[in-house]
Structures are given as structure tokens and as C-alpha cells.
């Protein structure tokens, strides 16, 4: 079992950055694929990018290629979410998420474990 806790959210112009944070608790967080997924009001949750645990794979949704990158540091449990350029429709809160499976990267369904949540708030 893996336990996650996300930090990094606030408040940001158009155009700016945060980095995002997922850490992780448990031995074994080198053989979890983690995804980043949003929820703004009103909508349904979307993987916004994953990358699996075998480093063979990432996945990004097309509103973000190219401003986001997803990182991880194994050593330190830790699975990292660098946005750039952020719109305000980036507003939502950032959730991450584990699973043991290495496919299906957007599948929000086939994950297992989820924090609680980090809110990003991007002002026009």
C-alpha cells in the first residue's frame, strides 16, 4: 500500500510556474506508475500526465504538452509535476495517484491509491 501527499498548489498569473509535488510513503514507490490528474468545477477528472514505473512511458494530455513535465526521484519517493506557461484553465485541484500497472497511463479507473488534493489557481 502507498499513501501520497501533494504540495506545491497556489496561486499563479497567466504565464507562471509551479512545480508540483507527490510524495510518497512505502518501500515500494519505484514500482508505482503516478499520475497527475485535475478536477475543475463542474467537470470530470482528467489525467492531465503519468509516467509509469519502468521510466518506459509517460503520457500528457494535449492541453499541456509542451508547458508540463512529469519527473521522478525514486531515491526520494518523490513523483514531480513542472507546469509552465499556465492558463486559467489550468484551475483545478491537482490530484496524484498510484497504481501498479505499467499501462493505460490516463485511465483514472485503474488507479488504486489517491491524495488528497492540491489546489491551482491561475488568475487572467
Known amino acids: 500500500q502507498v499513501q501520497l501527499v501533494e504540495s506545491g498548489g497556489g496561486l499563479v498569473q497567466t504565464g507562471g510556474s509551479l512545480r508540483l509535488s507527490c510524495a510518497a510513503s512505502?518501500?515500494?514507490?519505484?514500482?508505482?506508475?503516478i499520475g497527475w490528474f485535475r478536477q475543475a468545477p463542474g467537470k470530470e477528472r482528467e489525467c492531465v500526465a503519468a509516467?509509469?514505473?519502468?521510466?518506459?512511458?509517460?503520457y500528457y494530455t494535449d492541453s499541456v504538452k509542451g508547458r508540463f513535465s512529469i519527473s521522478r526521484d525514486n531515491a526520494k519517493n518523490t513523483v514531480y509535476l513542472q507546469m509552465n506557461g499556465l492558463k486559467p484553465e489550468d484551475t483545478a485541484v491537482y490530484y496524484c495517484?498510484?497504481?501498479?500497472?505499467?499501462?493505460?497511463?490516463?485511465?483514472?479507473?485503474?488507479?488504486?491509491?489517491w491524495g488528497q488534493g492540491t489546489q491551482v489557481t491561475v488568475s487572467s
Open positions: 512505502g518501500r515500494t514507490f519505484s514500482s508505482y506508475t
Open positions: 509516467i509509469s514505473w519502468t521510466y518506459s512511458s509517460t
Open positions: 495517484a498510484a497504481k501498479t500497472s505499467a499501462v493505460f497511463l490516463s485511465r483514472l479507473s485503474s488507479y488504486n491509491y
